[in-house]
């Protein structure tokens, strides 16, 4: 599995074309990735094609955990997918792909839940260049916080907690059935501040679960099966009200807020060119010039 280190905000861009692909790398494109991609396709393939080009087998790819951001391009299909770690959340998410649906007309625009994995599938390519053990670093489970988190949900005998936690949904769903008693008493709410960005159900009479997310699952749902024995899974997409509805009213979120999500977005946009590591050097550039000529 091919690594890559130091800090960064890892991404990856594939381009699908004339029955070939191609692979592109950005050490720091993964915040902005979906400011890259709202001018349209023609902007975002000239921008990708300006990216790192990579080459060399397996030696290519980062692995799934430390890449934050991914898009594969079909333009002969009309397809894009992607994922981003740094999705504003349920509303900011949707005001994303809302203005993708716009400066992509014609195009079928898909999330990419299992994240990096999802785009080497989609090549029909070896998972194993990506795939990351993350069983060994299940980290404790902790109450959430200002992070808009996972919510868990847990249903017996007509009676149902919800518990606020500020993990991801690999971090929860891995445990097991180790979850059970892992639960954080000092978690356990009636109401989140924010909306979460994952969620896990679990019916304990009917030994059913389902989950939802906007984050990566790591394919924690293969590897983790095991240690839900005798456990039926469902993966709900991004579907969170489904969630509240097995609840039936044993928490709620804030309303979704698709206007100031939408505002921010806008104003990510303006910024873009000055705020991230190229458009700073530009600036530079062209305060070096204006002294007048090299020598």
Not at 8 to 35: K, P
Not at 141 to 167: H, I, S
Not at 256 to 277: E, F, G, I, M
Request: with cysteine.
């Amino acid at each position: 599995m091919a690594t890559v280190t130091g800090m960064g905000h890892r991404a990856h861009y594939v381009i699908v074309q004339d029955g070939s692909w191609d692979l592109f790398y950005s050490h720091w494109g993964a915040s902005s990735l979906d400011l890259d991609l709202l001018q349209g396709p023609d902007f975002a393939l000239r921008f990708i094609r300006g990216q790192f080009h990579l080459t060399g087998g397996d030696l290519a790819w980062t692995n799934e955990l430390m890449c934050e951001g991914a898009v594969i391009v079909a333009p002969e299909d009309k397809r894009l997918g992607l994922y981003m770690v740094n999705h504003g959340g349920l509303a900011g998410r949707a005001a994303m792909l809302d203005v993708l649906g716009l400066t992509w007309p014609g195009w079928r625009i898909d999330w990419l839940y299992q994240g990096l994995a999802d785009v080497v599938a989609a090549l029909g390519e070896d998972l194993s260049k990506v795939r990351f053990d993350l069983s060994p670093y299940l980290t404790d489970l902790r109450p959430v916080g200002d992070y808009r988190g996972c919510l868990v949900t847990v249903a017996k005998g007509g009676c149902c907690r919800a518990y606020a936690l500020a993990n991801m949904p690999y971090e929860v769903i891995g445990r097991g059935e180790d979850l059970l008693t892992a639960l954080p008493p000092r978690a356990m709410t009636s109401r989140v501040a924010l909306a979460p960005d994952s969620g896990v159900h679990l019916d304990l009479d009917a030994r059913q679960a389902a989950a939802w997310s906007l984050d990566p699952l790591f394919g924690v749902l293969d590897w983790s099966i095991a240690r839900w024995p005798g456990w039926t899974w469902r993966f709900l997409a991004d579907d969170h009200t489904a969630q509240l509805d097995l609840a039936k009213g044993a928490v709620q979120i804030p309303p979704l807020d698709r206007a100031t999500a939408l505002c921010k977005l806008q104003h990510r946009l303006v910024r873009h060119p000055r705020s991230n590591p190229a458009g700073e050097a530009l600036k530079a550039l062209r305060e070096v010039r204006a002294h007048g000529p090299v020598r």
